[in-house]
């Protein structure tokens, strides 16, 4: 059974920072590409950053200079660690597999993509 576990959300003030972690399995984790998606309060899913199986990644501009997407091959696992966050950042992150739409309703890309997890809380106060 293909599964992705998420953890590390939480609430933190802005400026503060976090680290998200999904753990993969029942897939051949180095060889696939994966994602963090987050769906703020009346939003629609938007990918934030993306991780290659080469470990090339990418960054919605939103967010580019402050997450850093990376993974660790032998634990399974793919993090995203968040700094200068900001309120607008509140959301629910989602880890997947592979990241090959950019946004859209979060039940449609949780259908078309292989693996979805199921979510993390991050909530940016001011």
């Known amino acids: 059974e293909v599964q992705l576990v998420e953890s590390g959300g939480g609430s933190v003030q802005a400026g503060g920072s976090l680290r998200l972690s999904c753990t993969a399995s029942?897939?051949?984790?180095?060889?696939?590409?994966m994602g963090w998606y987050r769906q703020a309060p009346g939003n629609e899913c938007e990918l934030v950053s993306s991780?290659?199986?080469?470990?090339?990644?990418s960054y919605a501009d939103s967010v580019k200079g402050r997450l850093t997407i990376s993974q660790d091959n032998a634990k399974n696992t793919v993090y995203l660690q968040m700094n200068s966050l900001k309120p607008e950042d509140t959301a629910v992150y989602y880890c997947?597999?592979?990241?090959?739409?950019?946004?859209?309703?979060?039940?449609?890309?949780?259908?078309?993509?292989?693996?979805w997890g199921q979510g993390t809380l991050v909530t940016v106060s001011s």
């Open positions: 997947a597999a592979p990241p090959l739409l950019q946004s859209g309703s979060c039940s449609r890309l949780r259908n078309a993509l292989e693996a």
């Open positions: 991780i290659s199986s080469d470990g090339s990644t």
């Open positions: 029942g897939f051949i984790f180095d060889d696939s590409d």
